[in-house]
């Protein structure tokens, strides 16, 4: 057993002083105070005096870094971007699709559904439940699938491009969620397209969170999606219809209707400032959730990347294709460091943003949240939010 101490923990919906968390085979036992409990004697004692012990952070959309993007082929990709998540505070993950030719989809999350059948069959056997990559660090671990397209609007497409989108129907999403052996977790559509309210109620009854974005949808069309059973938005304000005080569309509903969540890319590029502080405020800390839409150039210098089939340039923190936004080079930490700054909000409530909500979205039962029976998976911060370490299932320290 391992027993961490540091001088404060977030779980993150309570706030523990002098932390005394307790860890065995990977999974959290206690968490409570040093003032109700000593450390077993026969316990490994690891103490971070100044550290702030939170849950690892959880991405629900991101497509790649270290240079590799999480559609590509190949065995160096995926392990070469769970390093890089690792590094940056995310524990788990949702590898995400962009718009592609119908066969490398197909084939891309076969691939990504193989990779999450063999880190779930790693957390089952044997004591370390940790993966490590060739030579270094750990790995986050993909969680579940985020299918971005096809099924988007070609007015909102963003840089995905538009031979590929496709009109949603049943039997198409069904091709996808075949291929994918039932791991999709997260589903951007627009609602407006013709198809998509019996797709959305589809995809809603097999237990995927349902996205609205990439949407030039009206404000009753969006409304219709969340009838239908959508229950998220996908980075609000991009690829949307813009809000108009009188004519509000999708973002109308977005902002406003308490059962749906939001997630925003909070890089200071995608959304100015003010609207970092506008989303999360009208969102506020239930519903609100930070994403990074990194790409295969995050955590590389300048230069030219993939996107999935695409190419994208990279010059000063911005990532384009033909001038226009393609994602992000944003990691999570920083997302983290962002809303605090941003919307001057506290750490505890920006930790919620990239852990228990993050995870509530994808009904990932017991993650981002520390509490006894959960899978060890934890950071050790400092009190402006900056990773010291990463804990996966019990490793890293
Ligand atoms: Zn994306």
Redesign the pocket.
Known sequence: MISITAATLFTPLVRIEQPLLLVEDGVIVDVTSRTHREAPAASRAVDFPDGILAPGFIDI?I?GGAGHDVMEGGSNALPAVEELLARHGVTGYFP?T?TAPLDSTLSALARLAEAIETAENHATKGKSAARTGGSSGLRARPLGIHL?GPFISHVRRGVHPSEDLLLPTAAAFDRFWQAARGRIRVMTIAPELPGAIEVIAEAAKRGVCVSLGHSDADLDTARAGVAAGARHAT?TFNAMRPLGHRNPGILGEVLTDARLSADIIADGIHLDPAIVELVLNAKGPDTAVLIT?ATSATGMPDGRYRLGSLDVEVRDGRCTNGGNLA?SVLTMDLAVRNAMKFAHWDLQQALRLATLNPARVARLEGAGELKAGNPADLLVLSAKGEVRNTIVRGAGI
Request: net charge negative.
């Open positions: 959309h497509h995400t962009v971005e980075h839409d994602g």
